[in-house]
């Protein structure tokens, strides 16, 4: 659940930054580093529209889908042959998230959701990184590489369909 949160808001972040794209792809390291210092890097791939689809595909160290709407998201777990299809009752206003944004310095962003500060860095019209401290008191660090913005993404791309025998719990 606790990765589900980082996603749900991260997600809401880049959506905020990338209102004038019509879509953006990019290649990602996730670094999550605990208390006690030891850190764990997640590698994948992440599409998004902005219409709200999102796609991130985990690589590494597991396989890992999970899509996002405008009213849930399903996680596709393989390894665990598992699927968690939830709900965004609780979705920031991504209007307000982007107004809010302050630039705090040149390609320097701060904003705040649910007790979370995200600082967001961006280069030439891409965002670089997004760091932040999550309710476990991780720190989390989201690289963005080889990012292409407005291509074609096809609908298809973003309709998740639940492998036959997987078990499906719903939150």
């Known amino acids: 659940m606790r990765f589900f949160w980082i996603f749900f808001c991260l997600t809401t972040l ?9 879509t953006i792809q990019s290649d990602f390291t996730q670094k999550v580093t605990n208390d006690q210092n030891k850190t764990i890097i ?3 791939t992440f599409f998004a529209t902005n219409d709200k689809k999102a796609l991130w595909i985990y690589e590494k160290p597991v396989a890992k889908k999970i899509y996002f709407n405008n009213t849930r998201v399903l996680i596709i777990e393989p390894e665990l042959e598992q699927v968690i299809i939830t709900t965004l ?4 206003n991504i209007a307000q998230l ?12 701060i904003t705040k959701y ?8 961006t280069q030439k019209e891409s965002i670089e990184k ?3 401290r999550d309710k476990l008191d991780n720190a989390v660090e989201i690289l963005f590489s080889n990012q292409t913005t407005n291509l074609f993404l096809d609908d298809e791309l973003f309709k998740a369909e639940i492998p036959r025998g997987y078990d499906i719990v719903r939150e």
């Open 130 to 132: 997004v760091v932040y």
């Open 114 to 121: 649910q007790e979370t500060t995200y600082t967001i860095f």
């Open 89 to 92: 009752e609780n979705t920031p």
């Open 14 to 22: 880049l959506f905020a930054k990338i209102e004038h794209f019509k």
């Open 98 to 109: 982007l107004q809010e944004a302050k630039e705090v310095s040149p390609h320097k962003y």
């Open 42 to 44: 997640y590698q994948g």
